[in-house]
């Protein structure tokens, strides 16, 4: 069955950078987009960002132009997603969303990644 | 780039319908028939529940439907139930290959 795996939690500084794995089980890696998404405490979900594993091609919230880098490994089925120049605002559970066939939707998400910027 | 609107609250008595109203602007909600519901407990991942408007995923319940007027689209929950009771967030598709989300709605069940 379908499963994303992600990442432990990670505790960061301003100024840091974090990257976040998300390993794909269970169905053909390259057959389906993966999406980024992240949700602060208590507050809403947020897009992040969306890559093509068949290319590395991506699209990114304009929120994250120039500090957030998503990747791939085709040989070991896991998407990266990396986010720069951290500041507090940006603790939040990370997670990774698996894009429908037409990619308009999620359909299946990882456990979520807590990232705590803290001083 | 602003997120959709929904109501923060909306609440109702088990057995009786509710709908969540989601609205965006013609860029997003109301250009494309790509407007997907997710429902989420507390300290768990989102669930997808609706998508492309009023498509429902397999294993997903028929109390569970998804409609779209104009800027607008809905998720409807009828025969509702104490399960039913989690944060639902709308999430449409917005140009260039950009997605949104809603601001999600608190459903409490009486």
């Known amino acids: 069955q379908v499963q994303l795996v992600q990442s432990g939690a990670e505790v960061k500084k301003p100024g840091a950078s974090v990257k976040v794995s998300c390993k794909a089980y269970?169905?053909?890696?390259?057959?389906?987009?993966m999406h980024w998404v992240r949700q602060a405490p208590g507050q809403g979900l947020e897009w992040m960002g969306i890559?093509?594993?068949?290319?590395?091609?991506?699209s990114y919230a304009q929120k994250f132009q120039g500090r957030l880098i998503m990747t791939r490994d085709t040989s070991t089925s896991t998407f990266y997603m990396e986010l720069s120049s951290l500041r507090s605002e940006d603790t939040a559970v990370y997670y990774c969303?698996?894009?429908?066939?037409?990619?308009?939707?999620?359909?299946?998400w990882g456990q979520g990644t807590m990232l705590t910027v803290s001083s | 780039q602003s997120a959709l609107t929904q109501p923060a609250s909306v609440s109702g008595s088990p057995g009786q319908s509710i709908t969540i109203s989601c609205t965006g602007t013609?860029?997003?909600?109301?250009?494309?028939?790509?407007v997907s519901w997710y429902q989420q407990h507390p300290g768990k991942a989102p669930k997808l529940m609706i998508y492309?408007?009023?498509n429902r995923p397999s294993g997903v319940s028929n109390r569970f439907s998804g409609s779209k007027s104009g800027n607008t689209a809905s998720l409807t929950i009828s025969g509702l139930q104490a399960e039913d009771e989690a944060d639902y967030y709308c999430?449409?598709?917005?140009?260039?290959?950009?997605?949104?989300f809603g601001t999600g709605t608190k459903v409490t069940v009486l």
């Open positions: 999430s449409s598709y917005r140009s260039s290959n950009t997605y949104v």
């Open positions: 890559i093509n594993p068949s290319d590395g091609s991506t």
């Open positions: 013609s860029s997003d909600v109301g250009g494309y028939n790509y």
């Open positions: 969303a698996r894009a429908t066939t037409t990619t308009t939707a999620f359909d299946f």
């Open positions: 492309d408007v009023s």
């Open positions: 269970g169905y053909t890696f390259t057959s389906y987009y």
